[in-house]
């Protein structure tokens, strides 16, 4: 099998990458990365130095894609069943890149920041930098509520790479700092995004994995 990804299944960026492949139908090969484990970060790092995941490999073209935007946009040049996570009109293109964008920048980075407080020594955390953080995912949460009005999808007519990247970060973004009941539209996006298969396969998969989550105590039960 040409396609093998490089991934845990419980890293946010990897259900990004994860949605994608099974949103298209993609045939590929699941290599677990325990960060842990000694060769297993060293196979991770000889194929992308930083040593973060997804990676994937695509044996046939000989290309290792990291960054789970730019491994997103090759499935979707060279895998058919992806294509319609990047629509064909540039400008309708350029809509769903910056929603990518603005999931990842604007709720998987403040939630990252709060997740890795978390797995600080008490004496070096920094609960300024956290609640900056927590006022940056209740920004993105009104942000969202306003794009979301009268759409069924994030920034397409179709399913894209932008809902792709929405819905690991809304998942565990809403965990540590919960969408206020107001925000409708974002709520009710969410729970389309639930009810996609392929998201179904992710949370079913992580299942045995979230009880390593930093904040497992305030995952809702029906994610359990
Ligand atoms: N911008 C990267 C971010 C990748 C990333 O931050 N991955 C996390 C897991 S969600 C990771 O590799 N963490 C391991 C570490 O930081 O050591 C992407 O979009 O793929």
């Not at 995912?137 to 932008?162: C, I, K």
């Amino acid at each position: 099998m040409a396609l093998t990804l490089y991934y845990h299944p419980l890293a946010s960026y990897c259900w990004k990458a994860l949605i994608a492949l099974y949103e298209g139908g993609v045939d590929f090969t699941p290599r677990l990365v325990d960060l842990g484990k000694a060769e297993d970060r060293a196979a991770l790092q000889a194929l992308w130095p930083p040593c973060r995941f997804p990676v994937l490999h695509d044996g046939a073209r000989g290309r290792v894609l990291p960054e789970s935007t730019v491994l997103i946009e090759h499935l979707a040049q060279h895998e058919p069943g992806a294509a319609p996570l990047l629509p064909a009109d540039a400008q309708l293109r350029l809509d769903v890149r910056l929603w990518d964008r603005v999931c990842d920048d604007q709720l998987q980075d403040p939630m990252q920041k709060i997740v890795g407080d978390r797995l600080r020594d008490a004496a070096v955390r920094d609960p300024h930098g956290v609640a900056e953080a927590r006022a940056a995912l209740q920004n993105a949460y009104a942000l969202f509520e306003q794009q979301l009005a009268g759409r069924t999808w994030l920034a397409s007519e179709g399913f894209s790479l932008a809902d792709c990247a929405a819905l690991p970060a809304l998942f565990y973004a809403a965990i540590l700092e919960p969408i206020p009941a107001g925000h409708a539209a974002l709520h009710a996006y969410f729970e389309r995004l639930l009810l996609r298969p392929a998201v179904q396969r992710v949370l079913q998969e992580a299942k045995p994995w979230l009880a390593l989550f930093p904040y497992r105590e305030a995952v809702p039960a029906r994610f359990l």
